[in-house]
């Protein structure tokens, strides 16, 4: 992703509903559906920042942490803070995949998917 101004990946509901959270967190500027030899795809424009000299990406990192191999799961007090909270962390919670603020404003738990810094 140097460089790319857009991405284009799969379509599921799981990375719907992550994009939907990306695009209210502010990391991500458009989403749209393309459709190409009967395979959906999401078209995400990512979010620049200008600076007098270049301009670049406003977040630089994802970690994948759970993976089918080793899945991580953490209650409500115990859930990471990324970058002491500038940061996100995306959690799959019995009410659906949500935000670590949002899991800790309803006090529940999941499996941790990702970081996003």
């Known amino acids: 992703m140097n460089g790319k101004r857009t991405v284009q990946i799969p379509l599921t509901n799981i990375i719907e ?4 959270i990306l ?3 502010g990391f991500v500027e458009n989403v749209r559906k393309h459709r ?6 999401l078209v995400l424009t990512l979010r620049y920042r200008r600076n007098r000299k ?3 990406k406003t977040f630089l990192n ?4 759970s993976t089918p191999g080793l899945r991580i799961y953490s209650n ?6 990324v970058l002491g909270g500038m940061g996100i962390v995306i959690l799959s919670t019995s ?4 935000t670590d603020r949002e899991a800790r404003l ?11 810094w």
């Open 23 to 25: 695009l209210q967190e």
């Open 62 to 65: 994802l970690k994948r942490i």
């Open 76 to 81: 409500y007090q115990q859930i990471p803070r």
């Open 106 to 116: 309803e006090r529940i738990g999941g499996e941790v998917l990702c970081y996003i």
């Open 95 to 98: 009410r659906g995949i949500m």
């Open 36 to 41: 190409e030899s009967n395979k959906d795809f």
């Open 54 to 56: 270049r301009s670049y």
């Open 17 to 20: 509903t992550i994009v939907k």
